[in-house]
């Protein structure tokens, strides 16, 4: 630490996570001795924050819960994640645009001029999302989540009509997901005997249950993971349910940037690559394949395989079916 008021300000900084902290712990992440950690904590009491001593062979300390701090005190990455956390959130798929807007002003003019330069320094241009959240929408179904409350609500069908006459829907919601601009809900649904994925801003929370659940461990352990593996189609781990490989006539770096992350791509040299990717079926797989409008051929597995050539008589009979448009392909 570069000094007595830097190091109170780390301190406060890791007790402000409402944890509970071994005194040595928190020696050890100031580079002090455990001596001058509470002469720290006592000059923070002295400001007015309620620090709690642990008893126990090591001792610790915490942050009491509900006590009313002096203005917040922010270290320098601290303003910097908090401006770039109220920049880009309109990018989320929340509707709190102009609210980030607001708090970033806000914050600045509380802030010395050291770290308003700082904030300022942070210049970000978002696209929002063509989907936004109403932000009670969002609380109403978090804190059903915090809770462990069953949550009943209506759901706008991603085809439109009215959804309203339909009974509402009722599920055990375990956990908020924000995945490429949009929030979802994994839930489990009882009646369904099984999980559940629910766009939140097609959801219209109904008044609370009072009910309570008790949570089922979520598959894998990972809820973002699980939403992702539903999103690729597979019931398991965050895997395409079906990848296979082909050799393109095309230069590695054509294709590049189009691929998705997992895609593994191989230079061959002489134009030529080789590419293994997935997709959540094999005629679908065959068809990305053929949308890279090059020659290829498929190295494998069999499935897919058989699904270009199903994926080929399939096009060719389109055609047939056409005879206009095949004459005009013709020349």
């Avoid at 050890?28 to 002469?39: G, N, Q, W, Y």
């Avoid at 620090?51 to 009491?64: I, K, M, N, Q």
């Avoid at 959240?133 to 978090?142: K, M």
């Amino acid at each position: 630490m570069s000094g007595p008021s830097s190091r109170m300000l780390a301190l406060l900084s890791l007790l402000q996570v409402h944890r509970d902290w071994p005194g040595d712990v928190l020696a050890e992440r100031l580079e002090v001795s455990p001596r001058t950690v509470r002469r720290d904590v006592d000059r923070l009491r002295e400001l007015g924050y309620r620090v709690e001593a642990l008893r126990g062979p090591a001792g610790g300390y915490r942050l009491s819960a509900g006590s009313e701090l002096p203005p917040l005190l922010f270290d320098d990455e601290q303003a910097v994640a908090i401006a770039l956390a109220l920049a880009v959130a309109p990018a989320s798929g929340a509707d709190i645009a102009e609210a980030a807007a607001r708090a970033l002003g806000a914050v600045r003019q509380v802030m010395p001029a050291r770290l308003r330069h700082r904030i300022d320094a942070v210049d970000v241009v978002t696209t929002p999302g063509t989907t936004t959240v109403d932000p009670a929408v969002l609380v109403a179904v978090s804190d059903a989540v915090r809770t462990r409350q069953v949550l009943r609500f209506d759901y706008d069908s991603a085809w439109g009509g009215d959804q309203h006459d339909r009974p509402p829907r009722r599920v055990d919601p375990h956990a908020v997901v924000a995945r490429n601009g949009r929030w979802y809900l994994l839930a489990w649904a009882p009646e369904r005997d099984d999980w559940r994925t629910y766009r939140i801003d097609r959801m219209h929370p109904r008044a609370p249950t009072g009910i309570r659940f008790t949570p089922r461990p979520v598959p894998g352990g990972d809820a973002a993971g699980f939403l992702a593996a539903r999103f690729k189609g597979s019931d398991g781990a965050d895997v395409w349910p079906c990848t296979g490989t082909a050799v393109l006539d095309v230069p590695a770096r054509s294709i590049a940037p189009y691929l998705d992350v997992d895609a593994v791509l191989d230079d061959l040299g002489d134009g030529r690559c080789r590419l293994t990717m997935g997709s959540w079926s094999w005629t679908a797989l065959a068809a990305r394949f053929a949308g890279f409008d090059a020659a290829f051929t498929i190295d494998g597995p069999a499935e897919l395989r058989g699904a270009g050539a199903a994926l080929a008589d399939r096009l060719r009979a389109a055609v047939r079916a056409h005879p206009r448009i095949d004459r005009e392909a013709r020349g």
